[in-house]
């Protein structure tokens, strides 16, 4: 059973910014493509970046230029570094890994923008 731990959101002002962690356990090497959804109230949840294993990765086109993503193999973690933070970017940020085949959620971690 894998568990993934994120930490990072929280509230900020319209332009701020903010770093997501997601920290993985298990065997590093089982590991594939991460990314990372968010979920606003009364939406479904959307896929906002990836990042395979090689590190390619690939955006959402409403985040494309203020949100990178990033992943460190040896600590099985997956960052998301968000800059010029807008209010439509507030939701429940969730981690997703693929894990030899099987994929897991993180718990979710609400970011909320606001002045």
């Known amino acids: 059973q894998v568990q993934l731990v994120e930490s990072g959101g929280g509230l900020v002002q319209p332009g701020g910014s903010l770093r997501l962690s997601c920290a993985a356990s298990?065997?590093?090497?089982?590991?594939?493509?991460m990314r990372w959804y968010h979920q606003a109230p009364g939406k479904e949840r959307e896929l906002v970046a990836t990042i395979t294993r090689d590190g390619i990765t690939n955006y959402a086109d409403s985040v494309k230029g203020r949100f990178t993503i990033s992943r460190d193999n040896a600590k099985n973690t997956v960052y998301l570094r968000m800059n010029s933070l807008k209010p439509e970017d507030t939701a429940v940020y969730y981690c997703?890994?693929?894990?030899?085949?099987?994929?897991?959620w993180g718990q979710g971690t609400q970011v909320t923008v606001s002045s």
């Open positions: 997703y890994i693929n894990y030899g085949g099987v994929i897991y």
């Open positions: 298990g065997s590093g090497f089982l590991i594939n493509d």
